[in-house]
């Protein structure tokens, strides 16, 4: 596949970086791992739940040690779950080895996609103030990343062209 590792995207809850990833690998033909659906796949709970029942701390540790087994495997693409990458430990594992795309989105999309879903611990109970300061405070670690997509005016179709002529002349 790549000299530079696997294909790795990050971005905050509801950017698109599993059904980006998913296209991507099909493009590529190769594997496409989500770490969120790893993590509820090994623990056999949803990620609401794990938080619930087991708190954030205990889903950070799994976090950790199940992502970096999928950041070992070779050809594969990757959807980082919105919080994994500010995982030091992670992080410096995708900059040093892997293709690191950011997906960013004006805060408005990201609100919109976000807000209220109880799928998304982390942002259910915030208030609008408090989700973009959330994603301002996550946005500085993203900034990362190795390049920063800026998907607002693009389809999913452009957005995942672009991201192929990168990694194809990376």
């Known amino acids: 596949m790549n000299p530079k590792g696997n294909i790795v995207f990050l971005g905050m809850m509801g950017s698109g970086k599993t059904s980006v990833g998913k296209l991507v690998s ?24 794990i938080f619930i029942n087991k708190g954030e701390k205990f889903f950070r540790k799994q976090e950790e040690k199940i992502t970096l087994e999928i950041l070992n495997k070779k050809n594969i693409v990757i959807a980082l779950g919105g919080g994994a990458f500010l995982n030091k430990i992670i992080r410096e594992e995708v900059l040093k080895n ?3 795309f950011w997906l960013n989105w004006d805060d408005k999309i990201i ?4 807000e209220k879903s109880y799928k998304r611990p982390l942002a259910f109970n915030l208030s609008k103030t408090e989700l973009i300061n959330l994603i301002k405070k996550r946005s500085t670690v993203y900034s990362k990343a190795l390049y920063k997509i800026d998907c607002d005016n693009l389809s999913k179709a ?13």
């Open 26 to 49: 099909n493009k590529l033909k190769v594997n496409f791992f989500d770490t969120d659906h790893q993590i509820e796949k090994r623990l056999k709970m949803n990620i609401p739940n």
């Open 111 to 114: 609100i919109n996609r976000i």
């Open 98 to 100: 892997h293709l690191s």
């Open 158 to 170: 452009a957005l995942v062209k672009k991201i192929l002529n990168i990694y194809e002349t990376y």
